[in-house]
T-cell receptor, first 113, second 119 residues
Framework: DAKTTQPPSMDCAEGRAANLPCNHS???????VYWYRQIHSQGPQYIIH???NNETNEMASLIITEDRKSSTLILPHATLRDTAVYYC??????????????FGQGTTLQVKP | NAGVTQTPKFRILKIGQSMTLQCAQD?????MYWYRQDPGMGLKLIYY???????DKGEVPNGYNVSRSTTEDFPLRLELAAPSQTSVYFC??????????????????FGPGTRLTVL
């Protein structure tokens, strides 16, 4: 699975959009980009995933560059409850492997009032 | 559905003691996983299981054992606790797609964690 690079920390004002970047320059054609987050002391929570098209769900939007070497998770209106560590993970699609997730150190997002 | 449940929430062990961390899921998921998370770090995979009776090692299996006698339960055993095993332990489960291959919609559901301290 491709390695990802994320900034260690970011701040965001409450009510503003939070844009979390992720580099995955060695991503291959059959690897999806997944985002999970971990609110303090809780188990990680799935947010969104995508292959090459931009994706949106009730939690967030995912923008993937055309060359797929980087992506951005967007929380459109960040709230204090969005303060968490955000993990960007790439994962092979359609593989008969274990489906295990490889977690890096993630980005700690601090939403401030 | 309760999702993924873990017991206990907290535990303190002395060096050399043994214990079992319990994990159960009620979503009929084939795949189950044990991760550990050290302070300030991401999660690391200890063991995983692709179905009842089948288990395999992850990145950091030393000092741990697992079993999977039912689809619902996946206990993690520490035989001789060491201070290096002080960590937060998370259990997770996920589905398996058609023909045994993961689809893009597979996500892992995590339990609330067990905080273990070995003194």
């Amino acid at each position: 699975d491709a390695k990802t690079t994320q900034p260690p920390s970011m701040d965001c004002a409450e009510g503003r959009a939070a844009n979390l970047p992720c580099n995955h320059s060695t991503i291959s054609g059959n690897e999806y980009v997944y985002w999970y987050r971990q609110i303090h002391s809780q188990g990680p929570q799935y947010i969104i995933h995508g292959l090459k098209n931009n994706e949106t769900n009730e939690m967030a939007s995912l923008i993937i560059t055309e060359d797929r070497k980087s992506s951005t998770l967007i929380l459109p209106h960040a709230t204090l409850r969005d303060t968490a560590v955000y993990y960007c993970i790439v994962r092979v699609y359609g593989s008969s492997n274990t489906g295990k997730l490889i977690f890096g150190q993630g980005t700690t997002l601090q939403v401030k009032p | 559905n309760a999702g993924v449940t873990q017991t206990p929430k907290f535990r303190i062990l002395k060096i050399g003691q043994s214990m079992t961390l319990q994990c159960a899921q009620d979503m009929n998921h084939n795949y189950m996983y044990w991760y550990r998370q050290d302070p300030g770090m991401g999660l690391k995979l200890i063991y995983y299981s692709v179905g009842a009776g089948i288990t395999d090692k992850g990145e950091v299996p030393n000092g741990y054992n697992v079993s999977r006698s039912t689809t619902e339960d996946f206990p993690l055993r520490l035989e001789l606790a060491a201070p290096s095993q002080t960590s937060v332990y998370f259990c997770a489960s996920s589905t398996k797609g058609l023909a045994g291959k993961f689809t893009s919609t597979d996500t892992q559901y995590f339990g609330p964690g067990t905080r273990l301290t070995v003194l």
